[in-house]
């Protein structure tokens, strides 16, 4: 490790004023705000910290943003018509060498009830209260895994109950018709069979609660708030959301090639799109998601959506958003202070968002491409003792090495993009600030904690936005009855 790097990422604050952040890619670019099927809202990845699983690698990708706990009667199936994608680069050439495939298939049983002696079909998902054998409920989702490698594609298998076939918890519909929802959805959780893997790893696919962490309505209305104010000050807009997961845990040395231990990753969903005769069908690309953040914050409007339907390999195109960043330009004409600006070009965020901190997270041999980026070789952080600023806050098995549910990546980006590591990862140009006369700004949003056993609630913080110790992660979803507080974030 880098001790001079490690040095900067702990102690360098923030030099200029904070980052208009959009819950991370949720509804984050013009095409996709109508489609929230295929809307990748977060990814994480990091070395698993649940006891006895320090040698796997938890992936975790976010679809269907902003969900209400109560939005029957349909709820938030993934779309059957989708491919949902995690990728894993494993040698640092932008290029997917792994690839889970994600495909859904809804089976619809017509319940019906007998009313005035004709038998009619019920217009609810379910007919009564559910459990894990699917008693009573009217549409059960089922998932295929295929992992492809040199654009082969080999089927993972369900090691817990035999065959190929997965199946999806139902949503959150409320208490009356699932009495404990945790202990329902745990039975969703499944060893998997990996093609040339020695070892098991786990699958769950369902509903969580959101764990992104953002005061997203004042943050847009101009950065209406105090940004250098307290870091829990603020609530969290997304506190009384549910989102849906693809959660795997691989093992690590089943993920790495060779003597390199960093990997990076992204997820994307590609919709089937009709051809021609001559053309066929064939697969769009819709929706793209790595380091979280990027297309709300650095891709210019008239490129989100090509963004989206684009590549790492491709990512030379995008390049001057993030030498030439225009966030620090809007924010001065906000608050107008313009000697608080890092120069350009701003070398530091290629490092971030497209290459990797070298003694950090850098492949052994890299070609830019965005994406999350993890070294696999830096033990994880027990839970009790994460920091959610990562290694900026000297956590460094936390963002941007990395992401776990706890990291405060608004905040983090925040600094990073306004400068804090000028100097120490890269070059800010004509820098015209030292960033360590700055305080350190923020949205005012912060999550109660790692796990419930080592929450710190204070200010505005809402104690229930913790997360699992154990996989998957993400908490329990919000029932939609009886939502009490969850209707309204107050």
Known sequence: MNTKVLSHFALLAATSLPLCALASSHREAPSIAGQPRVDGTDLYMFRSYEPGRSAYVTLIANYIPLQDPWGGPNYFNLDENAVYEIKVDNDGDAVSDLSFEFRFTNTYKDLTVNAGGEKTPIPLINSGPIGPNGAHLNVIQTYSIGLVRHGYREAVGNATLGGDTFFKPVDNIGNKSISDYAAYAGHFIY?????????PGRVFVGQRKDGFVVNIGEVFDLVNTNPVGPRDGERNALSYKNVTSLALEVPINCLTHGKDPVIGAWTTASLRVKGDREDGDHWQQVSRLGMPLVNELVIGLPDKDKFNASEPSRDAQFLHYVTNPVVPVLLNNLFGDAALIPGTPRDDLVAIFLTGVKGINQPLKVTPGEMLRLNTSTPPTPVATQNDLGVLGGDLAGFPNGRRPYDDVVDITLRAAEGALCGAIGDCGTQTSDPNDGAPYTDGARAAGPDAANEHVTGAINAGDTYLAVFPYLNTPLPGSPNGPNGIVK
């Open 191 to 199: 060893d998997i069979s990996l093609p040339g893997c020695s070892a």
